[in-house]
Each structure stands twice: as C-alpha cells, then as structure tokens.
C-alpha cells in the first residue's frame, strides 16, 4: 500500500512539473537607456500594467520579466526626470521579446508633471537605499566647487565631521567603514585637497547610490555602509561636451558615439597658481606648489546585441609643497589610480551575467625636511581582483542572484628618517567572497530577500559567514514597510585624522588582529502621501565589535610586534531618520532629519582615573550629533532663472571638557614644564550648535550660438555664522586660555559652464 | 495619512527614550606625585601637590602639600624588600631622602609609598631603572653642521625590561645666545612665536630602540639626527634611556596637546602608573659626550 502512494505522489509530482513546464511562457527583457545620450538608467521601473508585474534595471540598466502568459499588454517604463514610456506588446507562447526602451527626458516644465502610472515615482527604494541624483549635485550651491560627496552629506543618516572634510559618517560609522567603489571599483581615498572635496567629478558621474545601511548579500567588506558611483557610458548619439570655470577648478568633458558603443571623457584641474602667484609676493608660507586634478574615461563596446564591454579609468593626484620657516618644507603626493574591465552578457531571458576586473592603486608619499633631516614615507596600496554576477530570474516570484569577488591586497609603506631605513612594511592579503541571495515574491504584497555572503581573508586566515534577511509588506500602492537584518565584517581600518585626509594610511586584519564585525537591524516605512512627494522614515540599531585601529598612545612604532599597533574595543549606534520630498513642480527639494546616538569603548581609555583598576567607559566620538537637519530647497524662479539653497543645523558635537590641570617641571628633558589636564569624561561637553545658510542663482543662457551656457553665482554661509571646529587651549598662559577655531566664514563662489 | 500619525508618534516616542544621557561630570582635587630615579646618583626627590581647577591660575606654592610620609624601598627580582629609605620635606611640598649616599641602582625595582597626616589618600608606584649603558663612539672634537660627516652614537647593548629600550636624545647648548641659533630654530624664534630658552635644552621626543641598527656585537648605532642641532658652538649631547613609566607619561602629554589620530577636541587622560592618585614614578639611565657644531663654511 505504502509502495502504491509513493508512486502516486512521484506521478503526481511529475504531473505538476511537466504541467508547469507544459504551460506557454513568455519574457521581455532589454536595456532601458537616455534617448539622447543612449547612459543606461540604473533602477528604472518597467511594469506590464494589465498584470501589475514588474522590476527595475540592475546596475547595468537591464531588465527581465519572465514567466509571462502570453497576450496582448501594455509595457509601461518610468523613471524620475524622464517621460513615462508605453508601448502595447503581444506575446505569443514560449516566446523571448528583446525591448530596448529609450526614455525621453522630460525637459524643462513649469508644470507638475503628471503622475500616471501605478509604478511611477517607485524607485527602488528599497531598506536604507538613497540615490542622489546628478542634477542635485550640480544645482546645490557648492562649497566653492560641486561635489559628490558634500551632496550625500546632505542626507538623513549622513554627518560631516567639519566645513573642510567631505567624509562620509554614515549611521554613527566613521568613514572607513563605508565601501566606496567607483565602476565596481574601489576606491580607498576618495578625496582632494586635503578632504576638501571628493575625488568624483560630477560632470563624469551618473549614478550615486548610498547603502546606508542593512545592505544586501552582494556587498561586503565594511561594517556600515556602500556607496556606489557609477560613471557615463558616454552619448551615444551625438558628440557632446562641457565646459566649467570656477574660482578654485575647471573641468571640461566629452563625450560621443563610436561605432557600435560610445566613450566619455573628462578632466578635472585645480586653477589657484594664478592666486597663490599673488600672495607669494606679499605673503610668508604661501604653497611653491599646489595643485590637483583627476581624469575619468569610459569606453563601450557592443560586441553583440547581447554581449557589450566596457573599460574605465580614473586617475587623480595632489600634490603640494610647502615651505614652512626657514630651512623646512612639506611636501606630500597623494592620489588614486583605478581601472575596471567588464563584460555583460545576457544569456539568456533568464539569466544575465557581469564580469568585472578591477585594479585599484592609492599612493601617499609625505615628505618632510626640517633643518637638514629628511621624514620621509613611502604609502601604496594596490588592489586587484575579479568579480562576477550572476542574476537568474526563473519566474516571476523569485530572483536569484550569486557571485563571487576575488582578489589580491597589498599594502605597502616605508619610512625614513634622516635617509635611514626605519620601517619597511608589506602586507598581502589575498581575499574572496561568495554570496548567494533570493528575491522572492510569496504573494503581490510581500517581498523577502534572504541572502549569504562568505568571506575569506589570508591575513590572519579568517573565514566569517555573513547571513542577511530583509522584508517589505507594501498594505496599498503608497506604502512599503521594511525590515532588515544583517551581520557585517570588515578586515581593514583606516588611519586617518578628521581634519586632515592627505596621511591616510589602512591597515588589515592579520593573527591576532580579528576582523571587526557587526550586527544591523533596520525597521522603516516608505510612504507617498501626496502625489508628488515621498515621506520616510526609519530606525536602526547597529552593533560594532572587535573595532581594530591604531592605539593613539603606540606613538614610535619601531620594534613593536603587528599586534600591538593597535586597540581593540566595542561600539554601537542607533537612530531614526525622516526625510520628506517633494519632487514636482516649481519647488522641488527635501527636509531629512536624524536623531542619532553612537558610542564606542577601548580599554584603557575613558577610564575613571581616579579609581584603581579602573574600567574603560562608552563615550561619544568626536562626530556623534543627537540631532541634524538639512533642508535642501530648488525653484525654478523662470525658464533661464534658477535658485536653490540648503539650510544645515545640528546640534553640538561632542567634545572633552577638561576639569584640573597640573605640572611635570622635572621630566628629565626638554627646557619647558609639562603642563597637562585632567579629564572627567571623555567628550562629555557639547559645543555650541552648528547652522549654516547656503544660495546659489544660476542663469542659463547661450554661448555665442555654439551651445547652452550657464552663470551660476553662489554664497556660503550667507550669514557668516562662524560655527565652531574645536576649542584650543593655551599653555602658555596662566592660567591657560581657551580659543575657538572656526569652521568656513561667508564664502562667495563664481562658475560658468558651456555644454557644447 | 493614519499611518503617517502613527509613524510621527512612533518617531517622537524613540527620540524620548532613546535619549542618552552622558553628563559632564565635575572637578575632583587629586593628589600628583612626581619623582624621577636616575641610575648611579642620589634618591631622587619628591615632588607632592594637588591638582586644580582647569581654569585657575596654577602656582606650586599654592597647591603644594606637606605633611607627607613618604618611603622609597628598593625591591629584589621576587619583589620581596631589600632596604627602606625614609624622606624630610625640605620645602613645601618638596621632600628628600634623608640617605643621601646610596645611588639607584641600573636594573632594579623600586617602590614608593606615600602618606599623609591629613588627608585620606595612599599613593603607591614602582620603577625599574633601566640598565646603565655606554656611549662607546669616538666622538670629534667638531662637526660640521649639515655636512656629510654626521655625529654617530655608538651605545652598548643592554636588555630591556619591557620589549625594547626607549631614548631620548638631547642637546644642551654651552653657548646660548641667539647669534649661535641654527637656521630652522632662528627662524623659529625671531620670526615665529617661540622663546629661545626653549631650545637651551632641545629634545629628540621619544624613540624606540628599533629604529637603530644593531651591530654584529650587538651595539646599538645611532646617527644623531641634524635637526637635534639648535644652537652652533659647543653642545652637551646627553642619551638618554628612559622606564616605561616615564615614556607613559611623556607620550601621553603630547598626545594630549593634539596631534595623532585623534581629532581635534577630543582629550584623553595621560597615562599616571600611579595608584591612589595621578603623576609620575620614572627613572632613567643617562650618559653624555661633549663636541662642537660649527657653521657650513667655517674652519672649526
């Protein structure tokens, strides 16, 4: 009898299967691009209205829907900026219609555009995901020159330590737990001029895509947060370029058709000789030589309809020197070098494969001479790995991605003082990561996504299992609840200072010196409450352990053992962000609120000194804020006339507040007393809260016929309140005096830009 | 729009009760002790003294504490005590060993109690002297400034007690006047903000043994370094290795007058190897050579 239901279950099951299979199926799958550039739109929204199913192109601007009864439907495309796309599609049985869909820009309208579809202004918003466009990024008013960075800074969730640094402090992180990757490259220090500004041109970028936080299973390596840019392909229409003017760089790009692809190109370079020519004359310790530039390039290559290659570049330096006093100067070079290989394939309607070499340099080489003895560094970090992605969408409930990344990690630094030898060091580490996750779709409203990623890094021999889960119940078409939940690791740090990025030096994980991992949880709610605008809102909980980073107190690292260059210790951070948009119209911008709270601990430190044997105790990081708000405002004052403007606030960040002080006037050397403090807490005082006012107006006009230009005249901190960086005390006084240093005055900046 | 009442309060409610509250706490006095134990010469005396308020004007004579008991006991290798010396104040807040004849010895342990009649605090900390060592290089009675021909320290090798051997290096100049400034430094104090008594006695900081070659005899060579150089003429140039107690402290003072990783407003404490109350017990292990930094392009 059991043998009998076996049997009938077994036919059973073949029945359904063969049923299944037995069913006509169609897809539709293709890229959706720019009608007049021919860039790839990266999360574009393509639906099948009569069905109500859709996706959104991946990072390549592709897309599939499968697993389609066949019929008659309309294909409706949406995408922010851009007019929505419709086009009846009939589908036969078993049949795989390739559509590429090129979406036309939406121009310039003083009207509301008109919201139609169900699918529109559905971005993929998914948990802790914010995309920054381009056009927000040239229009607000910049801190002398726009900037990548300084936009995201703008952002719920996202801190900046000062007015001079575009570091990115994401959800209590600090910025080296946030993976910076530029083409699927990364990039280990993405700034110029000291931290000034990001190393990313916006002339050269398409898209910006922060991970906040709770990010999927096809990222790893940082605790925190990822941070994606992805540069133009380049027109592939028509040849176009820009030229831009500004006080402190000018740019100038191209971009155009090749045969069967298109390439981009564009140049970046500091214009201050002119100014510091000037001062030299009048002024002491001005630069003998300041300057910085950066290159990015693109080019695309349609081998077949379903095979298309790209190769990018990116190359920038700074370099300096300094004279300081008589016979003493600085000089420092610094800079990144990356270069990415890739090839998309579509297999098949169900499967879409990317393949990416990458390479990866930074190099940093201070110099110091002071009175005839030499300081001198040798920094290089060189990355190189492959990676690949799989996507297979077998139907329309699930979509299975995998892949792997692999690679090899040198870091390299020398030191000389006074032309000897101190330190040479060389650290290979060879790492790999695998990752599998699912998109599934169990019911119309529901999606989840269960993801792994394994993690493998030579230095120390460490292999760590990163599980990641997320969820989104959508109650109504204006709604999308999401939760998240994943355990993050990360096997480099980074030694930095906040105010002062042209040193930064990373190190690895290696025996004994564990890989810092943590645990997030998000909880958030994505509403439309009015067409037109977005409201969200969400909470995290973020754990950090096993912190590694250089101990502060190691000081001469000559003879010490790997190990005992650092300190280990715990931290943790939560929060709540709301961000409210409007989108449409002549007003369009965004109010982002955080309230956030993140500590951290290592022993020994933040100790009660006057206890014996006493604990280290959480405290605040320098650029912990409870409260921070941005309201980031454009309007379209008439078709030439445009004005936008950004108001900051936040409260104080934290600093130490120090309660006694005494002397040392016998240590054994040196002509002067040793004054010091003592301190109570660590960084328990606030200083005053920081606001600032920003504006900009810009004029759009025509260059002599030869193509559109643009006057752009900007103010920073329009009412020069002078917020504070940091108190400085005087030990030279007695008692000792304490001054504020203060962050930018009213700042006016002047640019013109042509595209030709 | 009920969920959007339901989100705000729910967000209203989480900033309410997520509120940390992480308070600046207030001034405590503590009691500072300060004593540095040099290998081969008397005990060494003890300075006592309480801190104050970071705001005030800090005057020894006002803050220094008398009254105190206070023994040094040399320690053998099990810490077990091998002899006791007691100390007399000799001003306020300044006490010595009444033994003036017995010199710390290079490479052993002491301990300092300390005790009042009024107050309730028991101060306790221990050194190890480092090991005595030798400058053995042949030294010239002159050097050219900045020439090809460099000051080379040749030390003696001595185990450490900790992982390595910490120096200092110092100039002390017997010529001081500002005439005898060497370029940088003369910049320093004619155009910038710095007094030149500040390089009568100029400071290499602190460096680690590693950074030396060892010679196959194991000796410990040592280019002494230009910049070390602030003043022309004759110069006592004294090396100097230093206890763990005292490269604690010093390394902590200057990091907590900035600089390092740490950003700018965010001060630690030094780092005090002091029970009962904050300051130094260190010792160290000294020796010097004499020459002469002439000037580029002048017979010496």
Request: glycine content about 8%; some cysteine; hydrophobic content about 35%.
């Amino acid at each position: 009898m059991k043998r009998v239901a076996l049997l009938i279950l077994h036919i059973a099951i073949i029945g359904w299967v063969t049923s299944v299979h037995a069913q006509s199926s169609s897809s539709i799958n293709g890229y959706i691009t720019d009608s007049e550039t021919g860039e790839t739109l990266i999360s574009a929204n393509i639906a099948l209205l009569e069905i109500n199913r859709g996706t959104s192109t991946n990072t390549s601007g592709y897309y599939s829907i499968t697993n389609i009864t066949p019929g008659t439907y309309t294909l409706v495309a949406s995408y922010i900026g851009y007019r929505q796309f419709e086009q009846e599609v009939e589908l036969t049985g078993d049949e795989t219609q390739r559509i590429d869909i090129e979406m036309i820009p939406a121009g310039v309208e003083l009207e509301a555009l008109v919201v139609e579809s169900q699918a529109e202004r559905e971005e993929q918003r998914n948990i802790g995901t914010t995309q920054i466009s381009t056009e927000l990024i040239k229009n607000l008013p910049p801190v002398i020159e726009p900037d990548v960075f300084r936009s995201v800074q703008l952002l719920p969730g996202v801190k900046a330590a000062n007015d001079f640094s575009s570091g990115l402090y994401v959800r209590g992180g600090s910025p080296d737990q946030t993976l910076i990757l530029l083409d699927e490259t990364t990039v280990y220090n993405p700034s110029h001029f000291f931290g000034f500004f990001s190393t990313f041109n916006p002339d050269a970028v398409k898209d910006v895509r922060l991970y906040k936080g709770g990010y999927p299973a096809s990222y790893g390596g940082r605790l925190g947060s990822v941070l994606t840019v992805f540069n133009k392909d380049g027109n592939r229409n028509e040849t176009r370029g820009s030229v831009s003017l500004g006080l402190l760089a000018s740019r100038i790009s191209a971009e155009g058709p090749t045969g069967s692809g298109s390439w981009m190109l564009a140049f970046r370079r500091s214009t201050l000789e002119p100014v510091l020519a000037v001062l030299r004359g009048t002024t002491d310790n001005v630069p003998d030589s300041f300057y910085f530039y950066d290159i990015n390039g693109k080019l695309n290559f349609d081998a077949t309809d379903n095979d298309r290659l790209s190769l990018a570049f990116y190359t920038g330096t700074d370099k300096v020197l300094f004279p300081f006093g008589e016979d003493a100067s600085i000089g420092l070079n610094y800079g990144n070098r990356t270069i990415s290989g890739q090839w998309r394939k579509i297999l098949s309607d169900k499967l879409f494969l990317k393949t990416t070499a990458t390479g990866s340099r930074y190099f940093n080489n201070p110099e110091f001479s002071i009175a005839g003895t030499q300081f001198e560094r040798t920094n290089n970090v060189y990355d190189f790995s492959l990676k690949s992605d799989l996507q297979y969408t077998p139907n329309e409930k699930h979509t299975i991605s995998t892949g792997f990344w692999a690679g090899n990690l040198i870091l390299r630094f020398n030191d000389s003082f006074d032309n000897q030898e101190t330190s040479a060091n060389r650290i290979q580490s060879r790492y790999a990561s695998f990752y599998l996750q699912d998109e599934w779709k169990p019911a119309n409203r529901w999606i989840l996504n269960g993801g792994v990623r394994l993690n493998r890094f030579s230095e120390g021999d460490y292999l760590r299992l990163a599980p990641r889960l997320s969820a989104e119940f959508r109650p109504n078409s204006k709604i999308r609840l999401q939760a998240a939940y994943g355990r993050y690791y990360q096997f480099l740090t980074l030694i930095t200072n906040e105010a002062f990025s042209g040193f930064d030096l990373w190190l690895t994980t290696d025996e004994g010196v564990p890989p810092a991992y943590g645990d997030q949880f998000v909880l958030g709610a994505k509403t439309i409450p009015f067409e037109g605008y977005g409201l969200d809102i969400e909470f995290y909980y973020r754990t950090m352990r096993d912190l590694f980073e250089l101990d502060p107190f190691t000081g001469d690292a000559a003879g010490l053992d790997y190990r005992d260059l650092f300190r280990f210790g715990d931290g943790f951070a939560y929060g709540a962000e709301l961000f409210f948009e409007k989108q449409v119209g002549r007003l369009t911008g965004f109010v982002g609120y955080t309230f956030g709270v993140t500590r951290r601990k290592f022993p020994g430190f933040n100790t009660d000194i006057t206890m014996s044997n006493p604990e280290a105790r959480f405290y605040p990081p320098k650029y912990d804020r409870l409260h921070d708000a941005n309201i980031v405002l454009n309007y379209r004052l008439s078709q030439r006339w445009s004005t936008s403007a950004v108001f900051s606030y936040g409260t104080g960040q934290a600093y130490t507040e120090p309660l006694g002080r005494t002397e040392f006037p016998g240590v054994p050397w040196g002509n002067m007393d040793r004054e010091s403090f003592t301190i109570g807490r660590l960084n328990a005082s606030r200083l005053p809260s920081y606001h600032r006012m920003d504006v900009a107006f810009s004029r759009a006009g025509n260059f002599f016929g030869l193509g559109e230009a643009e006057w752009s005249f900007q103010i920073i901190n329009i009412y020069s309140r002078r917020n504070t960086w940091f108190y400085n005390y005087d030990f030279d006084e007695n008692p000792v005096e304490r001054t504020e240093v203060t962050l930018l005055p009213i700042l006016p900046s002047l640019s013109y830009t042509v595209n030709f | 729009m009920r969920i959007h009442v339901t989100i705000s309060a729910l967000l209203v409610l989480f900033i309410m009760s997520a509120c940390d509250v992480y308070e600046q706490d207030e001034y405590q006095e503590l009691v500072v002790l300060e004593a540095y134990a040099i290998a081969g010469r008397p005990l060494p005396d003890v300075r006592l003294s309480t801190t104050i308020p970071a705001t005030e004007e800090y005057i020894f004579s006002e803050v220094a504490l008398s009254d105190a008991t206070i023994i040094i006991t040399q320690l053998d290798g099990s810490g077990q005590s091998l002899a006791d010396f007691t100390y007399s104040q000799q001003t306020n807040g300044i006490y010595r060993a009444i033994d003036q004849s017995t010199l710390v010895e290079p490479g052993n342990r002491y301990r300092i109690n300390v005790q009042f009649e009024n107050r309730q605090e028991v101060l306790s900390a221990e050194t190890v002297v480092p090991q005595q060592f030798q400058i053995l290089s042949d030294v010239e009675d002159s050097y050219v400034y900045q020439s090809e021909n460099q000051l080379e320290i040749l030390l003696t090798a001595t185990e450490s007690n900790a992982e390595q051997n910490i120096y200092v290096f110092n100039t002390l100049t017997q010529e001081p006047n500002i005439d005898n400034l060497t370029p940088f430094y003369r910049d320093a104090v004619v155009n910038g903000d710095s007094d030149i008594e500040e390089f009568f006695n100029n400071s290499s900081g602190l460096i680690n043994e590693g950074n030396f070659e060892i010679n196959d005899d194991q000796n410990i060579l040592l280019r002494f370094p230009w910049i070390g150089v602030a003043f022309y003429g004759e110069n006592a140039v004294v090396t100097t290795s230093v206890d763990s107690n005292l490269a604690d402290l010093a390394l902590s003072e200057e990091l907590q007058l900035g600089g390092s990783t740490l950003p700018p407003g965010e001060i630690p404490n030094l780092i005090y190897n002091v029970e009962g109350g904050i300051g130094v017990f260190g010792s160290i292990a000294t020796d010097t050579l004499l020459t002469r930094f002439v000037r580029p392009n002048t017979e010496s």
